[in-house]
């Protein structure tokens, strides 16, 4: 049988290694893992607690619609009950949309080096994939998806733009302005919808920051996607959710499965949204210990991206197989991003004190030990 040969192209979804398979491989007894911007402080205890409490009440069906949380998600967010829709995961209603709005032959515009989840769902969906560069800081080139847009939107049935703000891996926030610019020319633009993905919003301290929500009402075109997986610590309950225009917020209870989001996860949901101490301590460390480890590197003169997430993206200037291997076998789990382009540079989450010192003190022994690459290529 043959299959469509955007399929054979694929390649999963690279996770993180999971601490278990580290510790069995590498015979440790003691393995962090920094590799996929997860909650250091654990669970929100809130969502904890909650959870023990209705455990005892899984062998019943979930509420199909979340309606409890979804109402608690409208009323934070100042919007109407049916702006806003759950999902198992944000990645989950990445690809509903996909599968709404793109039809094969149809096109999703995304931005290279910047979170794949966009274009595995549209190749699974057997849709084109229109990857605009990144400019030479590394950011996100809105004015070039704006030429890309102008010139081929027909022509290439472009459906869905994607914009990660920040982006994962690099952590870099896109200037306000230019996010009103794009959306000021695309976001009334019925031919299209552009999906601002905020699942690092709580870690951005930027005082030029601002959510995508506000502008709601004046884009119609417009989705922001936000998840409980980093900030909130439930990225293991699967839980996300976009503030979308009532329309696609149809369409998506239309196309998903009955029971998407688990009973868990929306009592666990409804729990964190109150849990501000938690997302405070949250910020907090995640705030004190990027300056370390942003001192640690600086001092080191190792360059590293400005990010404004939980992780740093860092240059080792060396071969990545070593790198990897350096790292796991000192009992560290990292995410090389050479899958998004970056040949030379690793992904770290920023976690607890005690791992990020632990982290850095491999770090600086991984430049000691391992020679660097010639300077082509990096
Ligand atoms: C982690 C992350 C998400 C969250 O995905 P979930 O499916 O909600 O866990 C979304 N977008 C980006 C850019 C991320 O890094």
Not at 142 to 152: C, I, Y
Request: charged residues 25%.
């Amino acid at each position: 049988m043959s299959i469509n040969p955007l399929l054979e192209s694929m390649t999963p979804y690279r996770p993180g290694r999971s601490i278990e398979s580290v510790k069995r491989q590498y015979q440790l007894s003691q393995v962090i893992k920094l590799a996929s911007n997860e909650n250091p402080l654990g669970p929100s205890p809130k969502a904890l607690a909650a959870i023990a409490k209705y455990a005892a009440e899984s062998h019943l069906y979930p509420d199909g619609s979340s309606s409890e949380l979804t109402e608690k998600l409208a009323s934070h967010h100042q919007v109407p009950y049916d702006h806003i829709c759950l999902g198992n995961g944000s990645d989950e209603l990445f690809d509903q949309l996909i599968r709404i709005y793109v039809d094969p032959g149809e096109a999703v515009l995304v931005s290279q080096g910047a979170f794949n989840a966009y274009a595995l769902s549209a190749l699974a969906h057997r849709a084109s994939v229109i990857e605009v560069p990144l400019r030479s800081d590394f950011q996100i080139d809105l004015e070039a998806f704006d030429h890309v847009l102008r010139t081929r939107l027909k022509e290439n049935k472009i459906r869905l733009v994607f914009i990660p703000n920040i982006n994962n891996p690099t952590g870099l926030l896109l200037p306000y302005q230019e996010i009103v610019n794009f959306l000021e020319k695309w976001g009334r633009n019925p031919e299209v919808l552009i999906v601002i993905d905020e699942a690092y919003h709580h870690f951005i301290s930027s005082s030029q920051y601002r959510s995508a929500c506000q502008f709601q009402k004046e884009f119609p075109s417009l989705i922001v996607s936000r998840t409980f997986s980093k900030s909130y610590g439930l990225a293991g309950l699967r839980l996300g959710y976009l503030i979308a225009p009532s329309q696609v917020c149809t369409y998506i209870h239309r196309v998903r499965k009955p029971f998407n989001v688990n009973r868990l996860a929306q009592k666990a949901g409804l729990a964190a949204l109150d849990d501000h101490d938690f997302l405070e301590r949250s910020q907090q460390l995640i705030r004190q210990e990027k300056v370390k480890i942003r001192d640690f590197l600086a001092e080191h003169q190792i360059s590293f991206l400005p990010s404004e997430g939980n992780f740093y993206m860092i240059n080792m200037k060396r071969d990545l197989k070593l790198v990897e291997e350096f790292f796991l076998k000192h009992g560290v789990i990292i995410r090389p991003v050479d899958n998004y382009g970056f040949t030379t540079w690793i992904r770290v989450s920023v976690g607890l004190p005690e791992e990020n010192t632990k982290m850095l003190l491999v770090l600086e022994e991984c430049f000691r030990k391992i020679e660097e690459l010639p300077d082509h290529r990096y």
